[in-house]
Structures are given as C-alpha cells and as structure tokens.
T-cell receptor
Framework: EAGVTQFPSHSVIEKGQTVTLRCDPI?????LYWYRRVMGKEIKFLLH????????ESGMPNNRFLAERTGGTYSTLKVQPAELEDSGVYFC??????????????FGPGTRLTVL | KQEVTQIPAALSVPEGENLVLNCSFT??????LQWFRQDPGKGLTSLLL?????REQTSGRLNASLDKSSGRSTLYIAASQPGDSATYLC???????????FGTGTKLQVIP
C-alpha cells in the first residue's frame, strides 16, 4: 500500500514567486493535515481537511497561504507571493476517520522549500 | 494551549546502551501521543502511538510509556544501535480536530 506522497521533494524559488506543493494522502483517508518546520524551530500545524472541507485552519500564518483539497483526494498548498521566512520543510499527513477514536497520522516525506 | 517539551535536545551514547528520551506536555487532557523518528533530509516515521487510555506501547526494542497525570511520556530504546541515530519527536493530540503539537525533538547519536 502506498504511503503519503508529496511533490516536489525540494523547491527553490525567489522571493515574490509562487509555489504550489502537492500532497497525496493514503487512499481512503478522509483526514489530511499540513504541517511545517521552519528552520531551527519545531514542527507546527497549519491546517486540517476532512474530505474536501477545511476543518481547522488556525495554523495558517497569513493570507499568502492557500490550501485546497478538490474532491477530497489530493491537496495543494500554494504560497503566493513567497517570502524568505516561508523557507522550511512542509509535511503532509493523513489519517482514517473511524469515528471511534483518534487515529494514527501517517506522514509524507515532506517538501523542502527554499526561498531566496 | 498545549506545549510540548523534549529533554535533552541532543544525546550521544555508545552502542549497546539502553536509553530514555523524555517528552513533557502541559495539558493532560490528551487523546493520544505519538513518537516519531526523523532521519536527516527525510520525513517522519511513526514509531509508536499511545492512546490516552493506555500506559505503554512496545514495538521491538522500543517501549513508550504515558503518564497523563504528570504530563510525561518516555521512549525507552534498548540495546541502542548506530542505526538508531536520528531525531526523535513526540507529538500530542489534544486539539479539537486531531491536530497535533510537536515537541522540539531529541537528536540521538549512537556511537559504534
């Protein structure tokens, strides 16, 4: 069974440009999460989808970040325009929703974003 | 607001030693706690998940314990190996929508 996949693995862009990160969750997982690790700091939650709906986007830093999950399958995270402080590793995770408890989150390999 | 702390930030041990990594959290009202490892340049690998109703979980040479009342979890690694060298992260699920709060991690180096 394929795990969570993310694309690209690494992106280098200049300040002011736009970048779109993609996450494909494990098939059948309704929950999809985005996290990021800014250099030297801890991993922080960005937002959570349940199917195609944004359940919690309290961690989104500002309106330069836009996440979508069309059809409740893969998700994209767009940064427009990118700033230097956006550099870091962006992780995606997914989990099942059994309705009877909190399930394990499975993480993708991350996308390393470098803004020059 | 949940805060998760991991001590020490870095640890270096000779091969074969048993070791304990610590994770502390401020809000004991949690749903579960996960331990991950992260290898340099790679993603997160889930090691163990402990539900709030459980006291410990074991997988191979790893044993994780959970004491909600004191806000602590430990990850015990038996007979450490050089391949265990990585950063170990704990993450606490206590939010309304399953978002987790990560600790800052412990960077472990096992010396051959």
């Amino acid at each position: 069974e394929a795990g969570v996949t993310q694309f690209p693995s690494h992106s280098v862009i200049e300040k002011g440009q736009t970048v779109t990160l993609r996450c494909d969750p494990i098939s059948g997982h309704d929950n999809l999460y985005w996290y990021r690790r800014v250099m030297g700091k801890e991993i922080k939650f960005l937002l959570h989808f349940v199917k195609e709906s944004k359940q919690d986007e309290s961690g989104m830093p500002n309106n330069r970040f836009l996440a979508e999950r069309t059809g409740g399958t893969y998700s994209t995270l767009k940064v427009q325009p990118a700033e230097l402080e956006d550099s870091g590793v962006y992780f995606c995770a997914s989990s099942q929703d059994s309705g009877v408890g909190r399930n394990e989150q499975f993480f993708g390999p991350g996308t390393r974003l470098t803004v020059l | 607001k949940q805060e998760v702390t991991q001590i020490p930030a870095a640890l270096s041990v000779p091969e074969g030693e048993n070791l304990v990594l610590n994770c502390s959290f401020t809000d004991s009202a949690i749903y579960n706690l996960q331990w991950f490892r992260q290898d340099p340049g790679k993603g997160l690998t889930s090691l163990l998940l402990i539900q709030s109703s459980q006291r410990e979980q074991t997988s191979g040479r790893l044993n994780a314990s959970l004491d909600k009342s004191s806000g602590r979890s430990t990850l015990y690694i038996a007979a450490s190996q050089p391949g265990d060298s990585a950063t170990y992260l704990c993450a606490v699920d206590s939010g309304g929508y399953q978002k987790v709060t990560f600790g800052t991690g412990t960077k472990l180096q096992v010396i051959p």
